[in-house]
């Protein structure tokens, strides 16, 4: 058995887990609009069960339906008997897979809006988020309130006790109520319940005390944010004499996290953050408590997770986002085979799809949230398909395509596969994309897909091919650009030097790189050639506070800031690009034009599909679909998403081709 440590069993109080991996506790928009638990939510996590965890956290649960919701809806509840039923099939499922359950509960306080809970949000204190999506000034809670939401919480518990949980964890961190009473960012009270440390401290071990009556030898666990990341907030130090006084309360293990929703980017970690950043932490608490600790964050890969156990950083890790890119992540390190995770990089895709109200993703895993959907099984047998593009869409298409039974051949005009995965992965911060192409070359030469690089495809080779169908991922090319005059200055598109397919010449502060456009691959490019020693002007038509206004949010506020603070790159906004000629940039803002001296022209101002050989096989009688950049302009999320409904829409097309029978 690989990774021994991390297989071992473990136990939290009485509660015996048959390894050292948890599913850590994650939004996902997949229950009813009630709150309550449905098919959808049960398939998703009896996935991740399957997989091999020991411990299935499951996602934040209301402890009060009247104030507590959190601004995400639907969001889960269990603060009456209504919803017990359903918690107890969901219960049933992760057992029935293998897995130990415990149920996160969770009051929103301040983290919520009138317009979810139909009234003002409550607080420990009248002090409003600094946040453009809720920035309500909440009403500060009187005893009598703040008693009746601890017995909420104990009611909340003794519920999950008879849907049969194993176990109850507070989330007592994100800015979520309990940390409003804990946190003196937070708390302005002067009374029973704030003031000073130990009546901050109050408000958890009261819920604590009253939660650890209801559940009785099951294990309590509690999320705490051992650093608010704010100044003035709660520091290392402060949760080193913290935890243990919540430990005396009735706490069996810690689960360690940081960070509240104004310091989201500890929570919900950028690409650019290294694995194990939370493990000097855990450690610390892990010390400081004599008590287990769980940690999430980057811990992406089984080895570094191993190491975690053995050097006492952790007793358990804790696999978020992870578990939604591969739900197999356990079994398969288990068998030895890691090179076989499909991985997470910390894109994101999945905070930016629950952001806008959509139901949990992942960019890499098209199936995540869609469990429920009929697995994909061989009905292509004898079939033949071809791909065009060998980019992110295309290599999941073809590799889709080669599991239901088509005969596949990739077409990539480039000589290796990778496309905008490739010019994704080379801006700094961003290499973790290149675990996923590493994984994506690896499946790719395990599968029966034949390859074709440095070879683009055309009418005449298609056609040769006597395909069933044609899946066009061929991508896109830049917009075009109407310009007064175009001279000699050397001229490329900006991705083709992130791919390494065009060099730029020497460039000095006063004859920079010009880079036109400030989307994320304009902004991206500029960062790159300075790292590599080069002066960048960098164009653009909008107002500088738009600039990669489409990048994952975290990623955008730590990348803007460090273009603005680097000194290699000047930014030029409200500014078009007029003319070129062979030593300069003719650049026209505000009516006026200026003569701006260049080493080089980069262009980034835009994409299109690229519709050149869509066209020249319109007229051929074969099924094609478009996917990813090739439809539209978009991520790679898109285009693998683009990828599986392609496939799914094949096999309902071949097996039912009418929707009724009549």
Not at 16 to 32: Q, S, V, Y
């Amino acid at each position: 058995m690989a990774y021994p440590r991390l297989f071992e069993p473990f136990r939290i109080g009485n509660l015996t887990l048959k390894n050292r991996i948890a599913m850590a506790p994650m939004e996902t928009h997949l229950g009813e609009p009630d709150g309550g638990v449905n098919e959808a939510i049960i398939a998703y996590y009896r996935e991740r069960a399957r997989g091999g965890a020991g411990l299935v956290i499951t996602e934040f649960t209301c402890v009060d339906g009247e104030t507590g919701f959190s601004s995400n809806v639907p969001q889960l509840r269990l603060d009456n008997d209504r919803f017990k039923a359903g918690h107890a099939r969901l219960v049933a499922a992760i057992h029935a897979a293998g897995a130990k359950a415990v149920i996160q509960i969770s009051h929103a306080g301040r983290q919520t809006k009138e317009s979810v809970i139909g009234r003002q949000p409550v607080s420990s204190s009248p002090i409003p988020l600094n946040s453009i999506y809720m920035n309500a000034v909440p009403r500060p809670l009187e005893d009598a309130e703040i008693r009746h939401i601890i017995a909420r919480y104990a009611n909340t518990a003794r519920l999950a006790m008879l849907a049969g949980y194993d176990g109850v964890m507070l989330h007592g961190a994100h800015g979520y109520l309990i940390q409003q009473f804990l946190s003196p960012l937070m708390n302005h009270r002067d009374d029973e319940w704030g003031g000073d440390f130990e009546r901050r401290l109050r408000f958890p071990t009261e819920v604590i005390k009253a939660v650890k009556a209801q559940i009785g030898d099951k294990p309590l666990l509690y999320r705490m944010s051992v650093v608010d990341g704010v100044d003035g907030g709660i520091t290392i130090e402060d949760s080193e004499t913290i935890a243990p006084r919540l430990c005396e309360a009735g706490v069996d293990a810690i689960d360690i996290s940081w960070g509240f929703l104004e310091s989201a980017h500890l929570i919900l970690e950028p690409m650019s953050v290294e694995e194990g950043d939370r493990l000097p932490y855990a450690r610390r608490i892990r010390q400081a408590t004599g008590r287990p600790v769980i940690t999430a964050g980057v811990m992406r890969w089984p080895d570094k997770c191993e190491q975690a156990v053995i050097d006492g950083d952790t007793d358990i890790v804790s696999l978020g986002r992870a578990l939604l890119a591969d739900p197999m992540w356990p079994i398969k390190a288990q068998r030895g085979m890691a090179d076989d995770i499909r991985p997470c990089t910390s894109c994101n895709w999945c905070i930016r799809e629950l952001a806008q109200s959509r139901s949990v993703a992942c960019a890499e895993n098209p199936r995540c949230g869609k469990e429920t959907e009929a697995e994909l099984d061989r009905f292509a047998d004898g079939r033949r398909a071809v791909v065009v593009g060998g980019g992110p869409g295309g290599m999941a298409a073809a590799l889709l395509l080669d599991q239901v039974g088509f005969a596949v051949t990739l077409y990539e005009k480039r000589e290796r596969l990778g496309g905008n995965l490739i010019t994704s992965a080379v801006p700094p911060g961003k290499d973790k994309l290149f675990w996923y192409h590493k994984f994506l070359l690896g499946r790719i030469d395990r599968s029966r897909v034949e390859v074709r690089t440095g070879t683009p495809a055309t009418r005449h080779a298609i056609e040769a091919e006597r395909p069933d169908v044609v899946i066009l991922a061929n991508g896109s090319r830049l917009a075009p650009l109407d310009l007064s005059a175009w001279g000699n200055l050397p001229t490329a598109p900006a991705y083709e030097v992130l791919m390494g397919e065009s060099d730029v010449p020497p460039s000095t502060p006063e004859r920079p790189i010009v880079i036109y456009g400030g989307g994320e691959t304009g902004t991206e490019t500029a960062e790159f050639l300075a790292q590599n020693g080069h002066h960048v002007l960098l164009v653009t038509r909008s107002d500088a506070k738009f600039l990669a206004r489409n990048a994952e949010v975290l990623y955008r506020i730590a990348l803007l800031q460090r273009l603005q603070a680097n000194p290699a790159i000047r930014i030029l906004d409200h500014t078009k690009l007029h003319a070129v000629d062979g030593e300069h940039v003719a650049l026209s803002s505000k009516g006026s034009l200026t003569e701006q001296p260049a080493a080089a022209l980069l262009l980034a101002h835009g994409l299109v599909p690229d519709g050149e050989l869509p066209d020249a096989l319109a007229s051929l009688d074969i099924p094609m679909i478009r996917i990813g950049d090739a439809a539209q302009v978009a991520r790679i999320g898109e285009a693998v998403r683009d990828a599986y409904r392609a496939v799914q829409d094949l096999r309902r097309l071949i097996l039912q081709p009418e929707p009724i029978a009549c």
